[in-house]
């Protein structure tokens, strides 16, 4: 429809007049027309003058935080659907207000500024993306909005104040902006060209620190020293950078953010190693919100651990399970009866490798086979890579009777963006040289090797 109200009225009406200058000069004209269509030659006209229509206000009402850093690319995929931004308009004489918007106002040149802000419309979101950016790799960055009314007149200040409490505390004002500041960070990945390959290896694991004992209640760093020969064994070496997510008594980990996680073309997460309940640091629904975003931008994930789905160790947060880990749902599987991964055979030429238990590392209390294990229901297009191999192959969970042989415990998805594998098991418990290989066919898919 149009922007401005037509009137029809033959007698009366209310019109709408031009008036962005201080003082505006007007000429209104009508003439009558008889049923034969003949038009009076000699209209009635008035002059007058109007005062400038004063513009809407506008305010930025969410975005990402200020602490925090979020993943840009250059346009939309499947996955990546931008930074979003709301706003919102002030205007008690306006029926309709439109919104237009710019990133880094003063950075783009003056002469292309006005083709930089979007077009005029009534949406009150903005989905920002890295071609709205003068500086596509520079981290630190302003969204402008601003407003117009339906008489053309549009906001210029950039902010507006009200008082705190109307009628109690009209002296105090609160001031309100028409921009938001926000930090992003290009990944390495996408960048053209990519810089060289990097991995960065997450060791969320618990630490029994004085309290270790080898081989079967390790610290820490011999963790960590374990995954370094598989590293350097593949001809990672000087190719990756170690985290070590601390924890506090309530096993509550300090996860890198996105700021650090888009430096790296794939994350490696390992949760092998628990306390004396089996609790590794906690993949909270923040951690895994950032692993989210980090693959939906086209990351490369790959995780690894012992019961690290449980509950208290990682809570379900259903868009990154069904997403990214490709995960339906899982059962418990809680006998001592894990004694290693058998690969499921997959269309590929190269098949995944299976992976025995290390006995060696194994407390005599465990009696030859790992408890606690989860099962798991693929979902989409997640495909089965490893199976449980159980101590007894007639072993089943009570309730309901389920076989526990031949459970998923492995499941990988290659996609159009993003590649994730999940394992379900402790590659530092499973046979060293079966560790190395199977990281090798993991590292393979994921195009690190």
């Known amino acids: 429809g149009e922007r401005y109200p037509t009137h029809q009225n033959p007698s009366r009406g209310t019109f709408i007049f031009d008036s962005q200058d201080t003082l505006n000069p007007h000429t209104f004209e009508v003439a009558a027309i008889d049923n034969n269509g003949w038009v009076d030659p000699d209209p009635a006209t008035v002059d007058f003058f109007t005062p400038k229509v004063p513009p809407p206000d506008a305010l930025v009402t969410a975005g990402p935080a200020l602490t ?58 903005a989905r920002i993306k890295g071609s709205d950016l003068p ?80 081989p079967y209640k390790p610290a820490r760093s011999d963790v960590k020293q374990y995954y370094i020969d598989l590293y350097n064994s593949l001809g990672l070496a000087g190719k990756y950078d170690i985290f070590d997510v601390e924890y506090n008594p309530s096993l509550t980990g300090t996860w890198p953010g996105l700021g650090l996680l888009g430096n790296y073309s794939m994350i490696h997460v390992v949760g092998d190693v628990g306390n004396e309940f089996n609790r590794v640091p906690s993949l909270a629904n923040s951690s895994q919100g950032k692993m989210q975003a980090y693959c939906y931008a086209g990351g490369k994930l790959l995780i690894n651990g012992w019961n690290l789905t449980r509950p208290d ?35 590929d030429p190269v098949q995944y490798p299976d992976a025995p238990l290390d006995l060696a590392k194994l407390d005599t209390a465990w009696h030859g086979a790992l408890p606690a ?35 998923v415990i492995g499941i990988r998805y290659l996609g159009l963006t993003y590649d994730s594998i999940y394992l379900g098991f402790p590659l530092y418990y499973t046979e060293q040289a079966a560790a190395l290989e199977v990281l090798r066919r993991a590292f393979q898919d994921l195009k690190h090797l």
């Open 68 to 125: 925090d850093t979020v993943l840009i690319l250059d346009e939309f995929t499947d996955t990546y659907d931008g930074i979003q931004f709301t706003f919102q308009g002030f205007d008690p004489n306006s029926r309709t207000i439109e919104y237009s918007w710019v990133v880094d106002r003063d950075l783009w040149p003056a002469e292309s500024l006005e083709a930089k802000w979007s077009p005029f419309s009534l949406s009150t979101t």
């Open 135 to 214: 500086f596509h790799y520079e981290t630190n960055h302003r969204i402008y909005v601003r407003a117009r009314n339906e008489f053309g007149s549009i906001s210029t200040r950039g902010y507006f104040t009200r008082p705190v409490n109307v009628g109690t505390d009209s002296a105090r004002l609160d001031t309100f902006w028409a921009y938001r500041d926000f930090h992003t960070v290009y990944p390495n990945f996408a960048k053209i060209p990519p810089p060289p390959q990097r991995i960065l290896l997450i060791m969320n694991v618990f630490n029994w620190d004085t309290l270790a004992v080898l």
């Open 313 to 347: 160790n990682m809570p379900s947060n259903t868009t990154f399970w069904n997403n990214i880990l490709h995960i339906l749902n899982q059962f418990p599987i809680i006998p001592a009866e894990y004694i290693g991964a058998r690969h499921q055979a997959i269309p």
């Open 373 to 407: 294990f989860n099962g798991y229901q693929a979902y989409g297009f997640g495909e089965i890579i490893y199976r449980y191999d159980a101590l007894h192959d007639n072993a089943v969970l009570p309730f309901p009777p389920t076989p526990i042989e031949g459970s």
